[in-house]
Structure formats: C-alpha cells, structure tokens
C-alpha cells in the first residue's frame, strides 16, 4: 500500500494562520530524486549477440518484465504473455524485427549496446530538445536507482531481443 506524507499544512485557525511541515520532509523528498543520468556498457558477461545467449536469459527476463515487485515493465508495456499490462509505452510484441529496427530520436541507431542503456538508464538517450517533454521522461531509472542489477538489465534485453 503506497505511503501518503502531508509535506505541509497551512490554513486559518482561530489563531491566525497556522502551518505545520513533516521534519523530514526535505530530507524524504530528496531521497526520491534519482542521482544524475549515467552512461552503461554491456558487461563482457552479457553476450546479447549470441542466440543461445538470448534464448537461456530471455526466460529469466521474462520473469522480470512481468515481475510487478521487481522490474514491472508490464506496468507500461504489453509482450507476449504477459497479463495485466500497460498502454503508456509502447506493445513490446516483434521487438527485435520491429521496433529495434525503427529510428530513434536524433537518428540515433538501435543496437545491443543502445537497449542496455534503454533498460539501464534512458536519460541519456534523450536529445536536449526533449528534456522537458514529459513523454520522453517517464521510464524508470533501473541500474542507476539499484532498482535492477547489471544481470537483470541483461535479461531484459535479451528477453525483448528474443521477440521475434
């Protein structure tokens, strides 16, 4: 169940105004600011340009994507098999022979290493242009915030590598 925090509180009172703020509220706010975008490499570990590769860690990335506690990418995204998912991003169904193949914002070329810093951190992949646009700025930080590992990373991009 989410948490709900009155930051602050200011209204009229038979004494005059009154206002009353959480100790910590700056302090917990501050905490939700995910640190400043980072670039990512693919680990030497993760082999997304290998089809056995792919195919042993897509089941794992499958979990995951689907997993609401753990990477919820359902949340905002449709894949084969998946039950219960989102209409805000993109229907990840054909990934590898539709979308990754579709041009990116600024023409930037989609390959193994591009997907890895999708999943990892998106930020980067934004142009200046389209920092503010809050379309562009509504995928979870995974690798950055600790939310995902470095292998959770990897298995989700195999498994949308996997969708044919």
């Not at 925090?5 to 009172?13: K, N, Q, R, T, V």
């Not at 993760?46 to 609401?68: E, H, R, T, V, W």
């Not at 579709?102 to 980067?124: C, E």
């Amino acid at each position: 169940m989410p948490a709900l925090l009155i930051l602050f509180f200011a209204g009229e009172g038979k004494a005059g105004k009154i206002e009353f703020e959480h100790p910590d509220a700056k302090e917990i706010m501050m905490s939700d600011i995910p640190p400043g975008p980072r670039h990512y490499a693919v680990p030497s570990n993760c082999k997304l340009d290998s089809p056995a590769f792919i195919k042993k860690m897509a089941q794992k990335g499958k979990k995951l994507f689907n997993n609401k506690k753990a990477a919820n990418c359902v949340a905002c995204h449709c894949a084969p098999g998946s039950k219960g998912c989102g209409n805000i991003g993109p229907n990840l169904a054909h990934y590898r022979s539709t979308l990754m193949k579709a041009p990116y914002l600024g023409n930037q070329k989609k390959t193994v290493s591009w997907l890895f810093q999708r999943i990892a951190d998106y930020r980067v992949q934004i142009p200046p242009e389209y920092k503010k646009e809050p379309y562009y700025n509504i995928m979870t930080v995974n690798l950055t915030t600790g939310k995902l590992s470095y292998d959770d990373v990897c298995a989700l991009a195999a498994f949308l590598l996997s969708l044919e």
